[in-house]
């Protein structure tokens, strides 16, 4: 009998698992491709391995990659929110990411039900996450699975790299100057 283990959904040969802890240095530079400053210069939250490596060390159960071949195409990273005074258990989906030339192609969408059905078993009642405002296709692709209710959110950067210059100049200024030594009878 070939049962496959409850954990694993095939199609084709598209497996979608829990992520294993050879799994993360894959995911950390699939997501490097991905989430990039220039792509996404007002994210909030930064994409490094601490992330990564926190999420998978917290609630690894909610981390799970798609496999093609072999490869790790794609991810999903998650977490359960639990808010005091509130008989909600919260979901969140902090990340989903899948290699850019396999887009389109339901990746992404699979490895989302899957975390969902999840995120159901956990006893979930309400699943949250977050995009840009100007990203159409993450709007779409979120609305497609049922997300509804978007609000804007408003973040702002501030680039501190001419006050981080100018600090640089006044420090250097300082240590060229000479130092006027005090005598004892000042």
């Known amino acids: 009998m070939n049962e496959e283990e409850p954990s694993k959904k095939k199609s084709g040969s598209l497996v979608i698992r829990q992520m294993e802890i050879d799994d993360l240095a894959d995911v950390f530079h699939l997501g490097e ?5 220039r792509e996404v210069p007002n994210l909030y939250r930064t994409w490094d391995e601490y992330e990564v490596i926190s999420l998978f060390q917290s609630e690894s159960e909610f981390c799970l990659v798609a496999e093609l071949d072999g490869e790790i195409v794609g991810f999903v990273l998650g977490t359960t929110i639990e808010k005091t005074q509130s008989a909600w258990k919260y979901g ?32 979930v009642r309400m699943l949250l996450t977050d995009t ?12 497609k699975l049922g997300f509804g209710h978007p609000q804007q959110h408003i973040y702002l950067t501030l680039n501190l790299s001419d006050q981080l210059k100018e600090l640089k100049g006044k420090k250097e200024n300082q240590r060229s100057q000479p130092r006027r030594l005090r005598s004892k009878d000042e």
């Open 92 to 123: 969140q989906l902090v990340w989903l990411g899948t290699e850019p030339e396999l887009q389109r192609k339901g990746i992404a969408q699979k490895l989302f039900k899957h975390f969902r059905d999840l995120m159901l078993e956990d006893g």
């Open 132 to 143: 840009e405002a100007d990203n159409l296709p993450a709007l779409h692709f979120f609305r």
């Open 33 to 37: 491709k991905l989430f990039t400053a």
